[in-house]
């Protein structure tokens, strides 16, 4: 099992934001020195959820970041995650 640097361990909920705010502000927590993102998105459907994983999944990358996905190994394989929670 692989081991991931969990000291600022982020944890996301988009509700009340639209994607391009939730995206900026989770780019903001990423380069204030996120070690580990949880993509925690109970209320999309799976093809929402895929596609915000992308968005989100290209930042981390950029961050060189992991990105953990929330229950959905299915989408975690979809995007390339590197780990579900």
Known sequence: MKHFDT????????????EEEFLRRTEEALKGGVSLLQLREKDKTTREYISLAEKV?????KYNVPLIIDDRVDVALSVGAEGVH
């Open 7 to 18: 000291t600022l361990y982020f944890i996301t909920d988009s509700t009340g934001f639209g």
């Open 57 to 61: 999944h290209t930042l981390t990358k």
